[in-house]
């Protein structure tokens, strides 16, 4: 987390009219005009609080409950997710994925103290951390403008690709989009750690339930889903429960 702390630049000034999405393929214009009031600052940090279910194996692997605290920054592209999952009743793993300085680090411990497992910095592991904070890009949508660094290109009339980079970290996303204008699906081969090394996996996260938060249209609830050739994989179900616009704050927090 301090990592993630003196990474992050802070005080932009900018904010968010018409003129930062002109040229932009047209789901993607609307959508951003629709999710950003006229006047609403380019964030620059954020807080989630989240809670839903997850499995930690394969698809007949039983959903346990989780919360999660996560914190994000833009400039540069980063995020550390601290995540307690219950297994029974005296039970707890912690869970933390972190992003920052273009590189990713996971880790995996019981009541966050006896380690179980973990993954260090690798290339598939830096390009999938960042295909996620691209994914959940929805809940920071300043960050998907172009003058954030997001470069878009069109598909066709409700789907365009979405691309990010970090140094030389890269990451892409195609971004399906609905008749309200909102995003519900975004869709890549991400890697997926399997044993020891990882896969090229095709991937989704649906995005549903958007509601307006601090003045800005975000969807409240997510999946995710690995799609294997034997079935898919629902991996993760959740939703947020609270967000805050630039403040990286202490677990604690403040309300504004």
Known sequence: M?????????GSEAVFTEDDVEGLPDPVREYLTNALPQGHPYVDQIRLEQNGKLRLGGASSPWKPFTATQHVTVDPPGF???A?????????????DLFCDREGTASVSV???????????????EEAELMRYLAEAVWYPT?????????????????????V???????SLTFSFNEDDEVTRVHADRYRRVDDGYELTSWSGYWRNYETRNGVTVPTEGE??????????HAWQGRVTDIQYDELLSYRGRER
Do not use: M
């Open 2 to 10: 301090g990592k993630l702390r003196q990474s992050a630049n802070s």
């Open 80 to 82: 550390y997710w601290d």
């Open 84 to 96: 307690s999952i219950r297994l029974a009743p005296l039970l707890s793993l912690c869970v933390r």
């Open 111 to 125: 009541f966050g103290v006896i380690p179980l497992d973990s993954a260090t910095s690798s290339p598939e592991l």
């Open 143 to 163: 960050a998907l403008l172009p003058a954030a660094g997001t470069e878009w290109e069109s598909i066709d009339d409700r789907t365009a690709k979405a691309t």
């Open 165 to 171: 980079e970090d140094g030389d970290v890269s990451a």
């Open 224 to 233: 995710v889903v690995w799609h294997l050739p034997d079935g898919d994989l």
